[in-house]
């Protein structure tokens, strides 16, 4: 009986699993979903995406119709979270997928990654858009493919909101606004994964990606655990560069006390048009985003399904 029952179980998990992996692969990024994102957010059309800027608008009005698309609703009453950066208007995009769990949708998962950029940079042969590629259309295209992932599969027993930070490049100024108001709000977050610059693949490293801030929390040896593959490893340059403190994960951190840390794979050596011109689309490589974003989805699925938060600061 026993036995009985233990191959049913087997034969249970391994169809859930088939069905998750089903599903996750159903619903995959490809290179060419990657480019047509970045197509569009890089574009000199936008401007390099200045805050305040047309180009900027023409972004958040791209990120409010993917979410809506895809069934990803405002967590506010509209998509724009407006805040005042210091005397210019401007807002982070915030789409919200409520948990499927009565208990655990409760809880809070941030994706986030800024959208904004700096507009124009140092005159090269006439060319003076940044365009921001890399910095940061490359994290903010993670975002959108991730929340149109599992706004496709609903894999999520916790609740997600889908963040794009306006003003990051003023001084992380929206996200310091929202993790202000969250706070007021008394959400319960669990954690928060923020992208940046993930534009190039990482040279000559055992791992595809690092985090910042590797030793204030088990997140990086969790996300290796639930990917089952060294997806993320410690890049002593980040650490020294005190990346953990320079984007928009720190003030969450800084007003919940919770793991909130940056996935990243600019390592100072493999990127050289940091806020530059020529950070550009052609630049980058869509295949390993594409990678990168799909090797995310089963982590950031056990991070929104595991039954208690496994996820702790050191
Ligand atoms: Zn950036």
Do not use: W
């Not at 904004?116 to 060319?127: E, P, R």
């Not at 534009?199 to 040896?221: C, R, W």
């Not at 089952?228 to 800084?254: H, M, T, V, W």
């Amino acid at each position: 009986m026993k036995q009985i029952i233990l191959v049913a179980i087997a034969l249970l998990c391994i169809t859930c699993k088939e069905t998750t992996v089903a599903q996750s692969s159903a619903s995959s990024t490809t290179a060419a979903d990657v480019g047509s994102i970045m197509n569009f957010l890089a574009s000199d059309e936008l401007n390099g995406r200045d805050t305040g800027s047309e180009g900027l608008e023409k972004a958040a009005k791209y990120i409010e119709s993917a979410f809506k698309e895809s069934g990803i609703t405002p967590y506010f009453e509209t998509y724009l979270d407006t805040f005042d950066a210091k005397g210019t208007e401007t807002y982070n995009v915030v789409g919200y997928l409520k948990g499927t769990d009565p208990e655990l949708s409760k809880e809070f998962v941030i994706v986030g990654a800024h959208f904004d950029h700096i507009g124009q940079g140092k005159d090269v042969n006439g060319d003076v858009i940044a365009n921001g590629a890399n910095d940061n259309a490359a994290g903010s295209t993670a975002v959108i493919s991730l929340a149109k992932h599992f706004a496709k599969t609903k894999n999520n027993k916790r609740s997600v909101l889908f963040v794009l930070f306006g003003a990051e490049e003023r001084g992380l100024l929206g996200s310091k606004h929202l993790a202000k108001v969250l706070k007021e709000k008394n959400l319960d977050l669990y954690t928060m994964v923020n992208f940046e610059m993930i534009g190039v693949p990482l040279n000559d490293k055992a791992y595809k990606a690092y985090i910042t801030g590797f030793e204030a929390s088990n997140m990086a040896k969790k996300i290796n655990e639930y990917v089952g593959s060294e997806l993320i490893g410690f890049l002593p340059k980040a650490k020294e560069f005190q990346l953990f403190r320079r984007s928009d994960n720190y003030p969450f951190y800084k007003e919940f006390g919770v793991p909130c840390q940056t996935i990243s794979t600019f390592d100072f050596t493999n990127y050289d048009y940091y806020h530059h011109v020529d950070d550009e689309v052609s630049q980058m490589n869509f295949e390993f985003m594409a990678e990168l974003i799909n090797d995310c989805v089963p982590a950031i699925t056990s991070i929104l399904n595991t039954p208690t938060k496994e996820i702790k600061l050191n």
